[in-house]
């Protein structure tokens, strides 16, 4: 019997009967033939609970003692799924990641999975069980101390153990239908793709379309795992497939526009412009496990550089000492640090080879008066920074640009 | 360096401050040159929030599903006492029942310590750290699941730490300020006794004193123990010592008096006279699981017998089922059930060998015109079931009767 993984996000589970719904979904798949694995996050707002009870205990916790404290969450949200599954008549049993044997290094609150146990899982199935695992933690290979896998952990628990089992496809349950061409709640047009490219999911992830992490996502890539982007509140409804072979329309150029609110924009201004600067920069920034996402390099009209770069809002603090730091060894001038932007993106496998696509982004952008601060570009993506207060306004004008309502229509007429 | 092993339940874990107290308590400790275990239950009502959440998710939870669940009330209030440790200044880590080693009998939710392994523990306290075990929990040693220790079973794990540990002594913090002549809610003149035997500790404990739970003690009296009742709301305050040697004042033959409120009464009437019959009810309960506390056999005029029992209140609907089913088998002629009973009970080692204390104990029921409905008694201790309205009555009553409050005041000069 082929494996399915399903992946249930804390919204899918944050009641009784939201889990009840989860375990309709998961028995529904065994009586279609599949042997079923069950990931779970912790339920609606426990992760964030634990993380307040954390700061009000101490202002710096041990990573460790952290790691110990929010893998609770997935391990109260297990068990419950599995007697949900018990009182439908159903075999279930729970596994913590330590119970699973998800190895991770030995890296605490961002351990990244290094490999997954499967014999025990494999022998539940066999039994008949819908095996339920908690997402978003494992074990360090080298210390046996539980970990955490950070952001986006449990559908990353998913997708790699949808690999190491072989199974036929992971499914994300989460609280959207499908992966859209933009956020619903900006433009009312915004409607559903039918099937998207790991790449244009990638992009989308990385730009905070918030509906896969771009780490799930990347396993399956490389994997060449199915995905599938679904809601536990419409089961019925096949959602967006997420695939690595070239079914997406690629007459229309665009897939999706993103917003992302929650970079923050560092610069550093008045550079000298000597070699090696930019790497010193981010080097040091590397050190303090600070990830940077845009970096622009500019000259000005005095010979002197403005490196600007963003960064996490959650990380700007320490990203803006340790940036203040390096401008006084370097001589810059001073540093100028923005929470008041937003990063607004095309993502379309499409804009390969086809010229004019940023340009036409740039162009709805100067229509609407938007003033862009920063512009970075892939391949087949190309991000605006702009201020926040024009954001969902970007977002209507370039969808309205590249005719997204007209297209998601059609594919969803398949 | 002597080892203390300090307990600290629910309430004194509910919120940070209440955290950040149990860390003073405990750094305190390590200052004053001990080596310090600490033992904690989960935060408040946890427990009954994750009781509560399996309960609207199925009638019937699994077992060892429950267990993983409850299992995460005290995994969430380790880390937090040990950040709370660190924030101060000092060495902590926490560690749940799997990690320490605590191996149980293979049964859920009221598993039985078979083993405690120290190494770990013993080298984290010689590289100076405060070691913070989570109560309540262990593991199974033959499969490796998860299990709980079941009611009282933080006290448990404290005290069989300290025995497997070799410790000077346990402290157990719990809300009250020490072991009292009786509830001082109930008694505005009871007072605090400054040392109690474990034989009266553990008639206390089993007749609802609910100070510590009888299971703790019987582990501390079989390995002499010493254990001290305290408050962590006023660390200072010595408490109560419970200790094997006679330390206490003989000359007074009562040392307390505890009024349990969780019992509920059964009766089978009409029981034929003949030999079996009891062995046949208390097997089946047994059977079932249910443990009964007192039990009283009588004859009436007619020649058959009255068997009444009492059993807590949880178990009640049970046990009348299966009571209910035996007295049909035995062609007994009815059942009754009770719940509006409590039991009044004084505990007393000054009471072997001096006759007339249950005398003026029923005395003392009597002129305050209250019935009584069961009585037993062993040699420290005499028992009656009354009806619940009398309870606060009753317990007034003796307490004057045996000059408790004039006792106490004796022993608090010490």
Do not use: W
């Amino acid at each position: 019997m082929p494996i399915l993984v399903q992946k249930f996000g804390g919204t899918s589970v944050r009641d009784a009967i939201c889990i009840k719904r989860v375990a309709k979904i998961a028995t529904d798949a065994q009586k279609n033939g599949y042997q079923v694995v069950v990931v779970v996050s912790a339920m609606g707002d426990t992760t964030d609970n634990l993380i307040d009870l954390a700061r009000e205990v101490t202002h710096k916790p041990d990573p460790r003692e952290y790691d110990l404290l929010l893998s609770t969450g997935e391990q109260i949200s297990i068990p419950l799924v599995a007697m949900a599954i018990h009182d439908l008549g159903f075999k279930a049993i729970s596994q913590t990641g330590l119970q699973v044997g998800i190895l991770t290094e030995d890296k605490h609150a961002k351990a990244r999975i290094t490999e997954i146990k499967t014999e025990k899982i494999k022998n539940y199935l066999k039994e008949g069980n819908i095996v339920v695992v908690a997402g978003f933690q494992g074990i360090s290979s080298a210390t046996g101390e539980i970990t955490t896998l950070g952001r986006g952990g449990s559908d990353t628990t998913a997708v790699a153990l949808a690999v190491a089992l072989g199974a036929e496809r992971c499914d994300i349950y989460t609280d959207v239908d499908a992966v859209f061409t933009t956020d619903p709640d900006i433009v009312r047009d915004a409607s559903r793709l039918k099937t998207i490219s790991y790449e244009e999911m990638l992009e989308l992830a990385s730009l905070g379309a918030q509906v896969l992490h771009p780490r799930s996502v990347e396993i399956a890539k490389n994997y060449n795992m199915p995905m599938r982007v679904r809601s536990s509140f419409k089961p019925q409804d096949e959602g967006t497939l997420v695939q690595g072979v070239g079914k997406m329309e690629l007459n229309n150029p665009v897939s999706g526009v993103a917003l992302d609110e929650s970079q923050a924009r560092i610069a550093i201004v008045g550079v000298p412009d000597k070699p090696g600067i930019a790497a010193k920069v981010f080097e040091s920034l590397a050190k303090k496990n600070i990830s940077v996402d845009m970096i622009v390099q500019s000259t000005s009209k005095d010979g002197t550089n403005e490196i600007a770069f963003t960064v996490d809002k959650d990380t700007v603090e320490d990203a803006t000492k340790v940036t203040k730091e390096i401008a006084k060894d370097i001589s810059a001038s001073g540093v100028t640090t923005d929470v008041n932007i937003v990063k607004v993106s095309i993502v379309g496998a499409g804009m390969i080879g086809r010229p004019g696509i940023a340009a036409a982004m740039f162009k709805a952008l100067a229509d609407t008066s938007i003033n862009i601060q920063m512009i970075s570009t892939s391949e087949i993506k190309v991000s605006c920074v702009i201020d926040t207060k024009d954001g969902e306004k970007a977002v209507k004008a370039i969808h309205k640009v590249f005719e997204l309502d007209k297209v998601s229509k059609e594919k969803q007429k398949v």
